[in-house]
């Protein structure tokens, strides 16, 4: 699950990180509102008005300005809110901007350019570690820098039986070429950081900037947290925080069903239990001369209704020009899956694309006699051939 900046920065904030200071806004009267409120907390002259959207790349798309009066604070806010932002991490669909954040300026007026570095932690699946990745190279994409300058990239791994070790943090500040206050600083920053990945079951913590203001002061000016949905359930405070409004209306459906599905760009969509056979579905589909237009596993309780819901999802894709079903009846049993294809012929009414059903394991033979007596326009497969072979000729 993502959290927008501002909801990075607060959780962030809660565990000790020195932030960059903001309120949220969703209307331009409600930006004016939080930049006096944001002056009088903070003394800052300033505002920064961000676009919040679960993407990076905001200020080159044109979803960051400054505003250096209450009237361009209503002026930006009214421009960037309900806006469709276009980044390199949204595609050319771009996203609609619903709120923005307004945060003080901390880039000090008549400064010399400040030290930015980049800061992330997340787990090295090859290693089984928490890892810190940084650089000095601040408010650059981190896949530039990796490119162009990799030597400028370092990494701490954290043995998970000592934590983060203190002489790890002032490693990470040294590295960075930081001193006196500011190297003690940064290892505070570094020290909460890491709790706060810890605690919060984070999949990814990254501050692209981290900043070190001419007073020697280290602070996050911006942030993008990935919660893992698998320890959501221990954090509902945290869980609470999820913005529908920023996921694909079908994987949000899908949810409410208990499916895994993931849309993809092909033209044959898929329905499997199981997420090996699922894989091993879209290769078939591939080598078939299809291309899958999506990942859809109902796993071991399917039933007819959540196979309903499954064909309904997977039908909403335009581009969708043929369904293959394929069941491996283990847990599940084909006859439930079979019934559950009649009812969303059913229900739907007329579906207009070939249907191509492969039932195996228990009740295969009482689901395929359920379908075969429907009357429905089903192609029935045994083999995994066989469903290939129907791909390429129906798609």
């Given amino acids: 699950m993502n959290l927008h900046e501002y909801q990075g920065k607060e959780l962030l904030k809660s565990f000790g990180v020195r932030i960059q200071e903001?309120?949220?806004?969703?209307?331009?009267?409600?930006?004016?509102e939080a930049a006096k409120k944001l002056?009088?907390?903070?003394?800052?002259?300033?505002?920064v008005v961000k676009a919040q959207i679960h993407a990076g790349g905001r200020g080159k798309g044109g979803g960051v300005k400054l505003a250096k009066s209450l009237d361009e604070v209503k002026e930006l806010a009214g421009k960037i809110i309900g806006m469709q932002l276009v980044t390199h991490q949204t595609g050319p669909e771009g996203k609609k901007v619903r709120k923005v954040l307004?945060?003080?300026?901390?880039?000090y007026p008549g400064e010399s350019e400040p030290d930015e570095f980049y800061m992330s932690v997340l787990l090295n699946r090859a290693t089984g570690r928490n890892t810190i990745m940084y650089s000095t190279e601040g408010g650059m994409?981190?896949?530039t820098v990796a490119e162009k300058t990799p030597h400028l990239i370092y990494k701490e791994e954290i043995d998970p039986k000592t934590g983060l070790l203190p002489f790890q943090a002032r490693k990470i500040a040294f590295n960075l070429g930081l001193e006196g206050n500011a190297f003690k600083e940064m290892t505070k920053f570094v020290t909460s950081l890491y709790k706060a990945y810890e605690a919060s079951d984070a999949s990814l913590f990254e501050i692209n900037p981290v900043l070190k203001t001419s007073d020697n002061k280290i602070l996050a000016v911006d942030s993008k947290v990935n919660l893992?949905?698998?320890?959501?359930?221990?954090?509902?405070?945290?869980?609470?925080?999820?913005?529908?409004?920023?996921?694909?209306?079908a994987e949000v459906e899908a949810g409410k069903y208990n499916l895994n599905f993931i849309k993809l760009d092909g033209n044959v969509g898929c329905m499997v239990n199981g997420a090996g056979l699922a894989m091993a579905t879209m290769d078939i589909i591939k080598m078939s001369g299809g291309s899958p237009a999506n990942f859809l596993d109902v796993g071991g309780t399917a039933n007819a209704e959540t196979v309903e819901a499954g064909f309904r999802i997977i039908l909403k894709d335009e581009n969708v020009k043929a369904i293959l079903l394929n069941i491996f009846g283990g847990i599940v049993r084909c006859d439930r899956v079979a019934q559950g294809v009649v009812d969303a012929y059913k229900s739907i009414g007329?579906?207009?694309?070939?249907v191509i059903?492969?039932?195996?394991?228990?009740n295969a033979e009482e689901g395929k006699e359920l379908i075969?007596?429907?009357?429905?326009?089903v192609h029935s497969a045994i083999t995994l051939r066989e469903a290939a072979d129907l791909v390429k000729q129906l798609v």
Avoid: C
Wanted: glycine letters at 8%; a negative charge.
């Fill in 102 to 107: 307004i945060a003080q300026d901390v880039y």
């Fill in 22 to 32: 903001g309120i949220v806004a969703e209307t331009p009267d409600e930006a004016v």
């Fill in 350 to 354: 007329n579906i207009n694309i070939p």
């Fill in 39 to 47: 002056q009088e907390q903070t003394g800052t002259g300033w505002w």
């Fill in 372 to 377: 075969d007596s429907s009357g429905l326009k």
């Fill in 228 to 249: 893992d949905d698998n320890a959501l359930f221990r954090h509902k405070d945290l869980a609470a925080m999820r913005d529908l409004t920023e996921e694909d209306p």
């Fill in 141 to 143: 994409d981190i896949e």
């Fill in 357 to 362: 059903v492969r039932l195996q394991g228990t």
